[in-house]
C-alpha cells in the first residue's frame, strides 16, 4: 500500500467499523464517562515523515483515561531514568487493569506500569518530581501535540474522584508495603487529573509519535528525550500490557505495541514508520474499545504494518 491511499483507507475503515459503534458498553464506573455519545468514531495515522491523515471524528478530544499511563510513565522515564525499573516491574499481570488481589499477594510489588497499580506507583515517582505533577504531564502533552488546547476535564476528574473507591484500596495496599512514597491522598488526587486528561486521536498519535523513532530519526518533542532502550522498554510493555489482560489476543490478532484507555482510545506504534490513534467510546468486556480496536485491526492487516509478518501487503511511504 502506498502512503497516498491511506486516506481513503482510513475512511473504509470508519465506515466497516459503524455497526460497531452501538454494540459497546460505556464504562459507568465513572459516571461522566457513561455520559458521552457512543456513536463517535475518529482515527488518526501521523507518520515520522510529517504526513497526517484523519477520517471521523480524529480531531474531538475525550478522556484518554489509561492512555495517560503510557505518557506518565514516558516522562517519569525521561526524569528519573532506568532507576524507575527498581519500582515498577515488566511483567504482565494476566488480570484486569485494577486488580488488588495480585498487589497483596506479591507483597505490594506492580506488575507494570499499565494496571493501576503500577501507574499509581509511577504518578507518586511523578509527585516526587514535580511540584504540581499534573501540569507537568499537561505542559509536557501540551508540547508534544503542538497544540495548547490539550486539557483536564474537570468533571471527569472529579467523577472519578469521587467514586475511584478501587483505586483508593490499591494505593492504601502499596502505601502499606511501603511502595509509594507520597501520601494515598496526593497520589490518588494527581493519578485521577492524569486519567481526566482530554485529546484528540491525532494530539494522541502525535505525543506518541516519538516511541516510533529508530535510529537517525528523531521528532521534536519533550517524550524524544528516552534513549533506544527505553523506547524498546515502553513499546515491549505496550505490547505485553498495553491492553490489560486481553493483551495477548491483540498481540496474535494485531501484532503492534498498543496502549488504550476507558475512554475509548487505543494507541499503536509502528516503528519507523509512526503511529496510529483511533477512537469510540463503546467498550468490550475488558475496558478495551471495541470499535477501536477493530480500526486498528484493519489498519494493520491493509498495509501490512504489523510485527506478525503475515500479510503479503507492503507499505510504501512514496
Ligand atoms: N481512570 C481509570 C481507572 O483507574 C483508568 C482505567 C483504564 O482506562 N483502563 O479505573
Avoid at 478522556?63 to 525521561?78: D, G, N, P, V
Avoid at 503500577?118 to 504531564?137: H, M, R
Wanted: with cysteine; glycine share 10%.
Amino acid at each position: 500500500m502506498l502512503a497516498a491511499e491511506v486516506p481513503g483507507l482510513l475512511n473504509r475503515i470508519a465506515n466497516q467499523v459503524r455497526p460497531l459503534l452501538s454494540q459497546g458498553r460505556l464504562p459507568k464506573y465513572i459516571p461522566q464517562l457513561g455520559r458521552v455519545n457512543k456513536l463517535q468514531f475518529g482515527m488518526a495515522f501521523v507518520t515520522l515523515d510529517g504526513q497526517e491523515v484523519l477520517a471521523g471524528d480524529a480531531e474531538t478530544p475525550f478522556s484518554i483515561q489509561s492512555i495517560s499511563k503510557l505518557f506518565a510513565l514516558m516522562l517519569a522515564l525521561e526524569r528519573v531514568g532506568d532507576d524507575l525499573w527498581s519500582r515498577v516491574g515488566k511483567e504482565p499481570s494476566g488480570m484486569p487493569f485494577n486488580e488488588l488481589v495480585q498487589v497483596d499477594q506479591e507483597a505490594g510489588a506492580a506488575r507494570n506500569p499499565f494496571i493501576n497499580a503500577g501507574a499509581l506507583v509511577i504518578t507518586d515517582v511523578l509527585c516526587s518530581t514535580f511540584a504540581q505533577p499534573e501540569l507537568a504531564l499537561l505542559q509536557t502533552l501540551r508540547q508534544s501535540a503542538g497544540d495548547e488546547r490539550v486539557d483536564i476535564d474537570q468533571a471527569v476528574m472529579w467523577s472519578e474522584r469521587d467514586t475511584c473507591h478501587r483505586n483508593a484500596a490499591i494505593a492504601h495496599l502499596l502505601k502499606s508495603y511501603g511502595r509509594i512514597k507520597n501520601s494515598v491522598h496526593t497520589v490518588l488526587d494527581t493519578y485521577c487529573r492524569q486519567c481526566a486528561l482530554t485529546m484528540s486521536s491525532l494530539q494522541i498519535a502525535r505525543s506518541a509519535l516519538p516511541l516510533a523513532t529508530i535510529e537517525g530519526l528523531s521528532p521534536d518533542g519533550a517524550c524524544a528525550k528516552l534513549s533506544a532502550a527505553q523506547r524498546h522498554s515502553v513499546t515491549a510493555l505496550m505490547l505485553t500490557c498495553g491492553t490489560y489482560n486481553a493483551a495477548g489476543d491483540f498481540a496474535a490478532r494485531i501484532g503492534l505495541p498498543m496502549k488504550s484507555g476507558v475512554g475509548g482510545g487505543i494507541v499503536a506504534v509502528i516503528p519507523g514508520i509512526g503511529c496510529v490513534c483511533a477512537w469510540s467510546p463503546g467498550l468490550d468486556d475488558t475496558g478495551n474499545s471495541l470499535a477501536a480496536g477493530r480500526a486498528i485491526e484493519l489498519f494493520a492487516e491493509h498495509t501490512g504494518l504489523s510485527v506478525l509478518g503475515s500479510s503479503t501487503k507492503t507499505y510504501s511511504a512514496q
